[in-house]
């Protein structure tokens, strides 16, 4: 029978919640640190037990002594959310509680730490797949409300340069043609991704090496395009055509990103119990398109994916937006990290039922 009263059932208890819990004295030392806590911040509670632990576990400020002190001097709880904390060379995102302690001894107080980051990626992917769906909708009405005037302009330019007899007057007449032609062509591309995918069993890979054969041809000597391939990743159902069209626009993007110089990195990987918007994957492939640029502006990333957005003088802002637009189409989702020298653009594609249950393909055939 369990001892309710013994103090290692508790530290049981604690033990197994998924939220790390640590336990410090009135002089801010570690007293005690639940196994989730040295999961999550990937150190030892015998290492840091006894000594000012916040300093390591925070390394950044992000939580200080003062702040905790004033949480046992005032006998109000604090909490902090999203907190990035780097340990062992990555990045956890967490909402921490401090919390007073109070005894018949001394004070302490009772951190209470809880890991977000697939709560943020989820709430992201479902804002992303909303956002894409209104500007969708808002640029295909406004798109069709151009095309009709947009042909009866050309149709009278053609009719007028019949007429004119001058080649000084038909030149207008011609520059009119070439415009409606190009906006013409722009508002096809916009409506291009409604097309159904017309999907097919295929090998990722050979996708991305024919999108790489591309890009390569176009790259200057000094750029490399590195693959880092995941060969027991199985076929999948996709338009073969459409992925190639959203997954060139990134990998252009980059190699306008690096320049004259630099590297491009495409990595796939399986991802298992993935979310993507609202449904919930088993397995799904996750392909990475990394850049050694100068990173996105800050101002933009927000907006990276609405159309018109582009921080290129010459760029239409139409790539990304066409890239996320095909990928949805394929139940799947384009996210973006950056900063100076390294952006990484995810591919997220769940993989149909009809995959998961086959078993993983040798090699890139």
């Not at 390394?59 to 990035?84: A, F, M």
């Not at 943020?120 to 797949?129: A, D, P, W």
């Not at 927000?302 to 802002?317: K, S």
Request: hydrophobic share 40%.
């Amino acid at each position: 029978m369990v001892d309710l009263r013994s103090a290692s059932f508790y530290r049981r208890i604690l033990d197994h919640l998924v939220d790390a819990v640590l336990v410090f004295d009135d002089r801010l030392r570690l007293i005690y640190m639940s196994s989730s806590a040295e999961m999550m911040f990937g150190v030892s509670a015998r290492a840091l037990k006894g000594s000012e632990a916040l300093a390591t576990l925070f390394p950044e400020g992000q939580l200080t002594g003062e702040e905790c002190r004033h949480v046992v001097d005032s006998g109000i709880l604090l909490t902090k959310r999203n907190l990035v904390v780097t340990q062992l060379h990555r990045s956890i995102t967490v909402n921490v509680t401090v919390t007073p302690l109070f005894d018949d001894k001394k004070p302490g107080v009772l951190l209470q730490v809880q890991q977000v980051d697939r709560h943020l990626r989820i709430s992201m992917g479902e804002q992303l797949l909303a956002q894409q769906n209104a500007a969708k909708m808002l640029l295909r009405g406004l798109a069709h409300e151009i095309k009709n005037p947009l042909g009866g302009l050309r149709g009278a330019a053609q009719l007028l340069d019949r007429e004119l007899g001058e080649d000084e007057l038909r030149e207008y007449t011609s520059i009119i043609i070439e415009e409606s032609d190009r906006l013409q062509s722009l508002l096809d591309r916009m409506l291009a991704p409604n097309k159904p995918p017309r999907k097919s069993r295929l090998n990722i890979h050979r996708v991305l090496e024919r999108i790489r054969q591309l890009v390569q041809a176009e790259a200057p000597p000094a750029v490399s395009i590195v693959r880092d391939y995941d060969p027991s990743i199985p076929d999948i159902l996709g338009d073969r055509d459409q992925l190639i069209q959203a997954m060139l626009n990134i990998v252009r993007n980059a190699l306008q990103a690096v320049g004259k110089k630099g590297e491009i990195i495409l990595k796939t990987r399986i991802h298992r119990q993935v979310t993507i918007g609202t449904r919930r994957s088993r397995l799904a492939i996750r392909i990475d398109i990394a850049d050694s640029g100068p990173g996105i502006d800050p101002e933009l990333m927000n907006q990276i994916f609405y159309p018109m957005v582009t921080g290129r003088a010459e760029g239409t802002g139409l790539g990304l937006s066409i890239a996320q637009s095909l990928i949805n189409q394929h139940g799947g989702l384009v996210e973006c990290s950056s900063s100076p020298g390294c952006t990484v653009f995810s591919i997220f594609l769940p993989l149909e039922k009809e995959n998961e249950e086959r078993s993983p393909s040798v090699g890139s055939r």
